[in-house]
């Protein structure tokens, strides 16, 4: 994921969290062919969906347990941010609310998700090194 979290407004990562990432996992890998590296979590395994061709990671599936349990269960875009603190007041004060976070991503970042005034769900995240 580091990788697009350098420019703020970048798509930085798209992941989905569900209640059995292991059958998603395999769904994904047979409609899309995506090949799967494992991401230890200590006590289970979230996946990263990377590309037949190069390797590269692309999204993650991800169980719906610990930090990720309140997540909603759809494809979820990580958008780059400058000042998450001030981006979530900005969402507020705009008609928008969070919906989970803010919380830590390990080293990489805080991030949040939020719900704007339609509806939809976006995750933003502020990179630790920008």
């Not at 580091?2 to 989905?16: P, R």
């Not at 919906?99 to 995240?125: E, F, H, N, T, W």
């Amino acid at each position: 994921m580091t990788e697009g979290l350098s420019g703020v407004g970048a798509i930085a990562w798209v992941d989905l969290t569900v209640p059995d990432a292991q059958v998603v996992r395999d769904f994904y890998h047979r409609v899309v062919g995506w090949t799967v590296t494992e991401v230890d979590l200590g006590g289970y395994r979230d996946y990263c969906m990377n590309r037949p061709d190069t390797g590269a990671s692309v999204a993650g599936v991800c169980w719906a347990r610990g930090s990720n349990a309140d997540l909603p269960p759809q494809w979820l875009m990580y958008v780059t941010v400058g000042d998450l603190d001030e981006s979530i007041q900005a969402c507020v004060a705009n008609g928008g609310a969070v919906v989970a976070g803010p919380k830590q991503m390990g080293s990489q970042g805080r991030y949040c998700v939020i719900r704007d005034p339609a509806g939809a769900v976006l995750a933003l995240i502020q990179a630790t090194h920008p």
